[in-house]
Nanobody, 125 residues
């Protein structure tokens, strides 16, 4: 089992920044590809960013390219999501997820095995 705990959400004005963190425990973190997803009320969950187990491969949704950065510290068993220039439409619960996978970043949510409880991000206009 892998336990994931997100933090760093909150209320921010449009154009502001937040940094989300997700601390993993329970298994060897460096064996797991990681991803960030979000779900707004009444909308489907969407993939935001993903990173391979080594950090050498990343994926970003088109809507966040150039504004969000995913990174990881295998030493700290933590994955981060730096979010800049936030927009009100990005208000959502943000989740991190993990899957034991070799190779590149994993984009599809259904491929992930472990999920955190989520952290609320609210962007005011």
């Amino acid at each position: 089992q892998v336990q994931l705990v997100e933090s760093g959400g909150g209320l921010v004005q449009a154009g502001g920044s937040l940094r989300l963190s997700c601390v993993a425990s329970g298994r060897t973190f460096s064996n797991y590809a990681m991803g960030w997803f979000r779900q707004a009320p009444g909308k489907e969950r969407e993939s935001v960013a993903a990173i391979s187990r080594s950090g050498g491969s990343t994926y970003y949704a088109d809507s966040v390219k150039g504004r969000f950065t995913i990174s990881r510290s295998n030493a700290k068993t933590t994955v981060y999501l730096q979010m800049n220039s936030l927009e009100p439409e990005e208000t959502a619960v943000y989740y991190c997820a993990a899957v034991r996978r070799f190779g590149g970043a994993v984009v599809v949510g259904t491929e992930y095995d472990y999920w955190g409880q989520g952290t609320q991000v609210t962007v005011s206009s």
